[in-house]
């Protein structure tokens, strides 16, 4: 079995089903979004998956592909397990359980702007490692935030078929794009929709609920050193140093594009 569900369906360029603002802010670690977003994404899901969620034992839930920085779709993977965690909670069975694809992500171009076969092409190098016999024969849901060319669920299949993974297999995707005469690149029309300049980016860094994750940390190493230097001087020095660490711990280190910032930050 092979299914996919979406909370929101995006058909006009100019009638977001859910508040950008938001979602931007999302993107770029705000956790209190993706808590909100999973509550929501939950009971959208559960309304329409109730039957088969209590019929099965094993249920595995996985978010989007990623090597040590988590993405922002993990964190609404861990709301959303919450969710459905009290919901097997109150009928009786037994949690879910959590795992991962790794990702050696190879390059570092944002592919918001572009479409199916571009993005394909791009990851197609990038190395993945999952666990085969952790998730064989089990409920596996995977959670993303968005779904505009399918590029995503294209590669997971992918995966999970060099893997030869058994079992049923739901993605589940906070939004998804519709209407396919909308160009693809209107996922970063969303992505930057509060995030205009490195000040944003501060304002929300220094917010009571960030954590970082992939995108925001791919962001601040590509700020030139103006920028990144205001970045460094208005937050505090645990976030710098929770950003160097996560920075090498993803081998960012060894990027080009990223060496001259990370070495701004690293700690003596």
Request: with cysteine.
């Amino acid at each position: 079995m092979n299914k996919s569900y979406s909370l929101h369906k995006i058909n006009e360029n100019e009638n977001c089903p859910f508040k950008e603002a938001e979602y931007s802010r999302f993107k770029f670690g705000d956790k209190s979004y993706a808590e909100k977003f999973a509550k929501e994404l939950f009971a959208g899901f559960v309304n329409q998956f109730e039957d088969l969620i209590l019929s099965r034992e094993e249920i595995v839930i996985l978010p989007s592909p990623y090597l040590s920085i988590p993405t922002a779709s993990n964190f609404l993977c861990y709301y959303f397990k919450k969710e459905l965690n009290s919901f097997l909670f109150k009928n009786g069975k037994k949690a879910s359980v959590e795992s991962k694809i790794y990702r050696n992500q190879t390059y570092v171009t944002d592919y918001g702007n572009l479409d199916f076969e571009e993005r394909v092409k791009l990851i197609s190098n990038d190395t993945y490692y999952i666990d085969r016999n952790f998730i064989n024969d089990k409920l596996c849901i995977f959670v993303d935030d968005i779904k505009i060319t399918g590029s995503h669920e294209h590669t997971v299949n992918k995966i999970l078929n060099q893997y030869s993974v058994n079992g049923d297999f739901i993605f589940v995707y906070f939004a998804e794009l519709i209407n396919k005469d909308i160009h693809p690149k209107i996922e970063n029309y969303y992505n930057y929709y509060a995030v205009k300049n490195v000040e944003d980016i501060v304002n929300i860094i220094n917010s009571s609920s960030f954590q970082y994750n992939t995108r925001i940390v791919k962001y601040i190493l590509s700020l030139n050193e103006e920028q990144f230097c205001f970045l460094i001087d208005n937050i505090s020095e645990e976030k710098s140093n929770d950003l160097f660490h996560l920075a090498i711990s993803n081998n960012y280190h060894q990027i080009l594009e990223y060496k001259t910032n990370i070495n701004v930050i690293k700690i003596d």
